[in-house]
Protein backbone atom coordinates (compact mmCIF):
# COMPACT_ATOMS: atom_id res chain seq x y z
CA UNK A 1 0.00 0.00 0.00
CA UNK A 2 3.10 2.17 0.61
CA UNK A 3 4.25 1.79 -2.23
CA UNK A 4 1.16 2.51 -4.03
CA UNK A 5 1.30 5.73 -2.12
CA UNK A 6 4.30 6.94 -4.34
CA UNK A 7 2.65 6.67 -7.33
CA UNK A 8 -0.30 9.16 -5.85
CA UNK A 9 2.89 11.66 -5.12
CA UNK A 10 3.74 11.08 -8.79
CA UNK A 11 0.69 12.33 -10.80
CA UNK A 12 -1.56 14.50 -8.25
CA UNK A 13 1.16 16.43 -6.58
CA UNK A 14 1.69 20.54 -7.59
CA UNK A 15 4.73 21.64 -9.72
CA UNK A 16 7.93 22.42 -8.03
CA UNK A 17 10.50 25.21 -9.27
CA UNK A 18 13.77 23.82 -7.91
CA UNK A 19 13.50 20.11 -8.54
CA UNK A 20 14.12 20.89 -12.46
CA UNK A 21 17.45 21.22 -12.00
CA UNK A 22 17.82 17.80 -11.39
CA UNK A 23 19.22 15.01 -14.23
CA UNK A 24 16.67 13.53 -16.05
CA UNK A 25 15.49 9.89 -15.05
CA UNK A 26 16.12 7.47 -18.22
CA UNK A 27 13.12 5.20 -19.76
CA UNK A 28 14.13 1.76 -17.89
CA UNK A 29 14.25 -0.12 -21.33
CA UNK A 30 13.61 -3.83 -21.68
CA UNK A 31 12.19 -3.39 -17.89
CA UNK A 32 9.39 -6.14 -18.47
CA UNK A 33 12.61 -8.86 -18.97
CA UNK A 34 14.01 -7.98 -15.29
CA UNK A 35 12.98 -9.71 -11.93
CA UNK A 36 9.25 -9.40 -11.23
CA UNK A 37 9.32 -8.75 -7.73
CA UNK A 38 5.66 -8.77 -7.43
CA UNK A 39 2.32 -7.86 -8.20
CA UNK A 40 -0.99 -6.49 -6.42
CA UNK A 41 -4.55 -4.90 -7.53
CA UNK A 42 -6.29 -2.19 -6.19
CA UNK A 43 -10.03 -2.26 -6.26
CA UNK A 44 -12.87 0.47 -5.92
CA UNK A 45 -13.19 0.78 -2.65
CA UNK A 46 -9.98 1.23 -1.72
CA UNK A 47 -8.57 5.10 -0.53
CA UNK A 48 -6.02 5.35 -3.78
CA UNK A 49 -8.49 3.37 -5.93
CA UNK A 50 -9.28 6.71 -7.95
CA UNK A 51 -5.80 7.62 -8.78
CA UNK A 52 -4.46 4.13 -8.66
CA UNK A 53 -6.65 1.22 -9.17
CA UNK A 54 -5.31 -1.29 -11.38
CA UNK A 55 -3.18 -3.54 -11.32
CA UNK A 56 0.57 -3.04 -10.34
CA UNK A 57 4.03 -4.64 -11.15
CA UNK A 58 7.01 -4.42 -9.56
CA UNK A 59 10.15 -4.90 -11.29
CA UNK A 60 14.01 -4.52 -10.24
CA UNK A 61 16.66 -4.66 -12.50
CA UNK A 62 19.86 -7.07 -11.65
CA UNK A 63 21.58 -4.38 -8.89
CA UNK A 64 18.22 -3.40 -7.43
CA UNK A 65 17.70 -7.13 -6.94
CA UNK A 66 21.06 -7.55 -4.92
CA UNK A 67 19.42 -4.54 -3.18
CA UNK A 68 16.88 -6.23 -1.68
CA UNK A 69 18.72 -9.31 -1.24
CA UNK A 70 20.92 -7.81 0.53
CA UNK A 71 19.60 -4.39 2.22
CA UNK A 72 22.43 -1.82 0.09
CA UNK A 73 20.96 -0.75 -2.85
CA UNK A 74 23.80 0.34 -4.90
CA UNK A 75 24.22 3.20 -7.91
CA UNK A 76 23.05 1.40 -10.52
CA UNK A 77 20.03 -0.11 -9.12
CA UNK A 78 16.29 0.46 -10.50
CA UNK A 79 12.79 -0.49 -9.64
CA UNK A 80 9.75 0.05 -11.87
CA UNK A 81 6.29 0.49 -10.52
CA UNK A 82 4.12 -0.76 -13.83
CA UNK A 83 0.30 0.62 -13.24
CA UNK A 84 -2.17 -0.87 -16.04
CA UNK A 85 -5.77 -1.00 -15.86
CA UNK A 86 -7.64 -3.74 -14.40
CA UNK A 87 -10.66 -4.78 -16.63
CA UNK A 88 -13.30 -7.01 -14.74
CA UNK A 89 -15.09 -9.18 -17.35
CA UNK A 90 -16.32 -12.75 -17.52
CA UNK A 91 -15.48 -13.37 -13.34
CA UNK A 92 -11.63 -12.97 -13.96
CA UNK A 93 -9.40 -9.54 -14.05
CA UNK A 94 -7.45 -9.11 -16.53
CA UNK A 95 -4.46 -6.30 -17.65
CA UNK A 96 -6.31 -2.84 -19.55
CA UNK A 97 -3.74 0.14 -20.98
CA UNK A 98 -1.22 0.85 -18.86
CA UNK A 99 -1.38 3.99 -16.79
CA UNK A 100 2.28 4.71 -15.46
CA UNK A 101 5.95 3.31 -15.62
CA UNK A 102 7.19 4.80 -12.35
CA UNK A 103 10.85 4.46 -11.73
CA UNK A 104 13.39 5.00 -9.13
CA UNK A 105 16.68 4.69 -10.37
CA UNK A 106 20.15 5.08 -8.03
CA UNK A 107 22.95 7.60 -8.23
CA UNK A 108 23.91 8.76 -5.12
CA UNK A 109 25.38 11.90 -6.64
CA UNK A 110 22.97 12.83 -9.52
CA UNK A 111 20.57 12.51 -7.33
CA UNK A 112 21.56 13.82 -3.81
CA UNK A 113 18.58 15.92 -3.02
CA UNK A 114 16.32 12.86 -3.70
CA UNK A 115 18.50 10.50 -1.04
CA UNK A 116 20.17 9.14 -3.79
CA UNK A 117 17.11 8.34 -5.72
CA UNK A 118 16.16 9.41 -9.09
CA UNK A 119 12.07 9.46 -9.55
CA UNK A 120 10.07 9.70 -12.74
CA UNK A 121 6.83 8.16 -14.03
CA UNK A 122 6.50 8.06 -17.86
CA UNK A 123 2.55 7.91 -18.69
CA UNK A 124 1.22 5.10 -20.57
CA UNK A 125 3.17 3.49 -23.64
CA UNK A 126 5.08 7.10 -23.62
CA UNK A 127 8.97 6.94 -23.26
CA UNK A 128 9.21 10.17 -23.01
CA UNK A 129 6.14 11.94 -21.73
CA UNK A 130 7.37 12.45 -18.23
CA UNK A 131 4.82 12.73 -15.22
CA UNK A 132 6.77 13.69 -12.37
CA UNK A 133 9.53 16.10 -14.49
CA UNK A 134 10.67 19.04 -12.26
CA UNK A 135 8.82 17.50 -9.50
CA UNK A 136 10.41 14.65 -7.88
CA UNK A 137 11.24 16.12 -4.76
CA UNK A 138 7.58 16.87 -4.01
CA UNK A 139 6.11 14.16 -5.94
CA UNK A 140 8.09 11.06 -5.10
CA UNK A 141 10.70 11.61 -2.07
CA UNK A 142 8.66 13.67 0.24
CA UNK A 143 6.95 10.52 1.30
CA UNK A 144 9.84 8.05 0.46
CA UNK A 145 11.50 9.91 3.62
CA UNK A 146 9.27 7.33 5.92
CA UNK A 147 11.41 4.62 4.60
CA UNK A 148 14.82 5.96 5.08
CA UNK A 149 16.29 3.62 6.70
CA UNK A 150 15.34 1.02 4.25
CA UNK A 151 17.34 3.25 1.55
CA UNK A 152 13.65 5.26 0.84
CA UNK A 153 12.31 1.97 -0.65
CA UNK A 154 8.87 0.73 0.75
CA UNK A 155 8.90 -2.80 -1.28
CA UNK A 156 10.37 -6.01 -0.34
CA UNK A 157 11.01 -9.66 -2.09
CA UNK A 158 8.51 -12.34 -1.27
CA UNK A 159 9.78 -15.01 0.70
Not at 19 to 43: C, F, L, N, Q, T
Not at 47 to 52: E, M
Amino acid sequence: MKRTLLVVALLSAPLMALAGDAPKVPYPEGYRSWYHVKSMVIHPGHPLYQSFGGIHHLYANSKALEGYRGGNFKDGAVIIFDLLEAVSADNAITEGKRKVVGVMHRDRKRYAATGGWGFEGFAGDSKSERAVAGNAVKACYECHTSQKDKQFVFSSLRK
